[in-house]
């Protein structure tokens, strides 16, 4: 039964030290309900229920607008978009080729070929 007791305090030191620090040093935007120095009073003067109280109620969790969500190359706008315009200059070149045959096709306009042959 001492045995008990006195694992149980262990615990409870561990937990109280490191409800302590996770607090201190835990992002001051991401708390919740009461302001940082409010809940470190709290876990000083009760300790185990202190404890409690910062990681049910005042320990924030990550925002979404922290955590990059991955996505399918078909979700994702950029890619699409990159795709798009991937597109757009394979058109363009295209095009470009077309007309440069059909100047070489056409040949000049004059004889003068501009070779100084002969």
Known sequence: MVRL???LGVAAVVFYIYSVADCALFDRS????LPKPVWLLIIILFP???GIL?????????????????T???DDPEFLGKLRMDR????????LEQELAELDENGPDND?????DG
Do not use: H, Y
């Not at 991401?30 to 309900?33: E, I, K």
């Not at 757009?88 to 095009?95: K, L, N, P, S």
């Not at 003068?112 to 100084?116: D, L, P």
């Open 112 to 116: 003068q070929t501009g070779r100084r």
């Open 48 to 50: 185990i229920i202190g």
């Open 72 to 74: 399918a190359p078909d």
């Open 5 to 7: 007791w006195i694992a």
């Open 54 to 70: 910062w990681f049910l109620i005042g320990r924030g969790r990550r925002r979404a607008d922290n955590v990059r969500r991955v």
């Open 88 to 95: 757009d200059q394979e058109e363009r070149i295209r095009q």
């Open 30 to 33: 991401r708390v919740r309900g």
